[in-house]
């Protein structure tokens, strides 16, 4: 068995007697190599975000969180390289870095021929023009999404002035433009659509986002009838 085939193994066999445990004799012996190897594999696959954890003492060993993970996928070579080629798409995007960490995981557990067709194929999609930058501040942008947190930003509008705004931030927009982050201003009381490339500065506040009773869909079509970034 191949070091490949071996890290995919040790996952799903963590993932069969989960919420239990194997300990690292156990799986040395299962998949006939050293104790140093397997903990070595653990440590790559924990590197890679696999939610194994390890419980000490003398009944202890590795074990993985199975809700944090998915199970193997049966995806046609088609489905396969739709999934790739799609994630190859987000260049750019606020997403991008997680969209080519999923990519690359995709591409490693297809067989070799479907992988060849999707390189292939790849190969043969072409933008024109410049490639687009990754988003900038797109990663603690998400952050406050999740963690429902005010952002400060020091933000440079259409006229080029500059003004230190809390936003109450409410999702991320794809515009004429760019990216943007769509929140509620509280120096202007409003919803305002701002500009990723503009925000020359952004932090996380320790405020909390509030409850508003904002209409989403009256402001997106608010919003599409004239430009956005104030």
Known sequence: ??????????????????????????LASRFEVSVRTVERDLGALREAGVPIWTETGRTG????????????????????????????????????????????????????????????????????????????????????????????????DGKGRETERDVEPLGLLWGPAGWYVLGWCRLRDAVRGFLLDRIRALALTGDRVERREVDLDAELARISARPLGE
């Open 61 to 156: 060993g590795y074990g993985l969180d199975r809700e944090r993970t998915l199970p193997p996928l049966t995806l046609t070579p088609e489905e396969a390289i739709a999934i790739t080629v799609a994630l190859r798409s987000a260049a750019g995007s606020p997403f991008a870095r997680a969209a080519e960490s999923a990519a690359r995981k995709v591409l490693a557990r297809l067989p070799s021929d479907v992988r060849d067709a999707e390189q292939h194929l790849a190969a043969r999609l072409h933008r024109v023009g410049e490639p687009e930058p990754p988003a900038v501040h797109s990663g603690l942008i998400l952050t406050s999404l999740a963690a429902r947190r005010v952002l400060r930003l020091s933000y440079v």
């Open 1 to 26: 068995m191949n070091r490949t085939d071996r890290l995919y193994a040790l996952v799903e066999e963590l993932r069969a007697v989960a919420p239990r445990t194997r300990t690292a004799a156990w």
